[in-house]
């Protein structure tokens, strides 16, 4: 099973009422604007660590994150903590639908599989995706610099948590407070280790990472060195549960060929119904009848639609698919929207207010909007260690980048 161990983390120093403007999102959810405000927000804000700007020379960007994070512990700005520790990680936030919500987890350093195990289980099918950015990144820094997020199918971990002692707290510009704290009784710690050791892992964020990890560490064994810390990645551990995971959808955009009509295109198997304006009232009412008839969202330059699928075309599309699969939106679209757009590009976003408005602006052709996946359906895949479609699950908040670094030496 899984091997999951404490250690010494790099922290920002000082009040934690200034860790607000030094922490960012996860490297992969952050835009262009995004970047230059955190940038402006402190000199020493992890958006410099995660997404490095070249200095005079094109390329060198990797070797200045690695440069600009030694001077940050030379300076003081950054220090690791003196012995091996696991930190409580804790999130409370209001859910779309308006209701208080946390999730509390665990931070740790996770050891990578060897060939041919499966102590950690994907969670998606996974997008092809250039890994070679974030891999020069680990080459060049040697630093975990955001964690990879991992659910256990193991009970009791929320509770070992309770008494962890807080280090640092912020509040993010989503409203969403966050809160590290530390666990150092050996008691704690080696329950903490026996409940994600008990039972398997499944990795619900961090996919292309935990794949860079495992290159990197390939790496270095092929070339006669020993991996070292490179031999595990920093990873949040949170139960699966309904109270502590707040599951939301990812919609699609499509940008297909010019005069592309979507909804004819799909009619013959979907039981395509308009819905109104594309307007925010109307977005939120399509949703409520996307989940109260199963149907798929679809937002065009016509306005809205409900696109309900016919049963038949349904279950011989996904008559291979286990059941927890083939409940999901994304299910459906793979087996019966993508083969009906075969010119089409798609792109992934979890707004759905967002992408309609993308539409009404003409950045995208159309959008097919989908329904959360439950917990439920969630550990039921995760049981049976089947991995759900691409692009479903989009786990929210995500843990702020800068709280604890991991250093692989």
Avoid at 24 to 46: G, S, T
Avoid at 123 to 128: D, K, W
Wanted: proline share 7%; with cysteine; glycine share 6%.
């Amino acid at each position: 099973m899984a091997d999951f161990s404490p250690f010494a983390g790099i922290r920002y120093q000082g009040a934690s009422t200034e860790l607000a403007a030094l922490v960012a999102p996860p490297y992969d959810v952050v835009d262009e604007d995004q970047r230059a405000a955190l940038e402006a927000a402190d000199e020493h804000n992890a958006v410099r660590l995660i997404l490095p700007r070249d200095a005079s020379v094109e390329g060198d960007r990797y070797a200045r994150a690695a440069d600009t994070f030694a001077e940050w512990r030379a300076s003081g700005v950054l220090a690791a903590d003196p012995a091996p520790r696991f930190y409580a990680y804790r999130m409370e936030f209001t859910d779309p639908h308006g209701a208080r919500r946390h999730t509390r987890g665990v931070l740790g350093e996770l050891k990578l599989p060897e060939p041919g195990d499966d102590d950690v289980l994907p969670h998606e099918r996974t997008l092809p995706k250039a890994k070679s950015d974030r891999l020069a990144l680990l080459r060049a820094m040697r630093v975990n610099v955001d964690p990879i997020w991992g659910l256990t199918l193991g009970s009791g971990l929320t509770a070992l948590l309770e008494r962890a002692e807080p280090l640092a707290a912020c509040v993010d510009p989503e409203g969403v407070r966050h809160e590290i704290a530390a666990v150092d009784d050996p008691g704690t710690i080696a329950a903490i280790r026996s409940v994600v050791g008990g039972a398997p892992l499944v990795l619900a964020d961090g996919h292309h990472r935990f794949e860079t990890a495992l290159n990197y560490r390939n790496e270095l064994r092929s070339a006669g060195i020993a991996p070292g810390g490179a031999d595990a990645i920093m990873t949040f551990v949170v139960e699966l549960a309904d109270d502590e995971l707040c599951i939301e959808p990812i919609h699609r955009l499509i940008d297909a060929p010019s005069g592309t009509d979507v909804r004819a295109q799909i009619a013959d198997v979907f039981d395509v119904r308009d819905a109104g304006a594309n307007t925010p009232e109307g977005v939120d009412a399509l949703e409520a009848s996307m989940r109260a008839e199963h149907g798929l969202g679809l937002v065009d330059l016509r306005g809205l639609a409900l696109a309900v699928p016919n049963a038949d075309a349904r279950t011989a599309a996904l008559a291979g698919e286990h059941p927890a699969v083939a409940a999901t939106d994304t299910a459906v679209i793979e087996a019966l929207v993508v083969p009906r757009l075969p010119d089409a590009t798609w792109q992934y976003r979890h707004d759905a207010q967002g992408v309609a408005a993308l539409v009404d602006k003409r950045v995208a052709t159309a959008a097919i909007l989908c329904s959360p996946v439950s917990v439920a359906l969630t550990r039921a895949a995760a049981v049976d260690r089947v991995r759900m479609p691409q692009k479903t699950t989009f786990f929210w908040p995500k843990p702020r980048t800068g709280m604890v670094f991991r250093t692989l030496d």
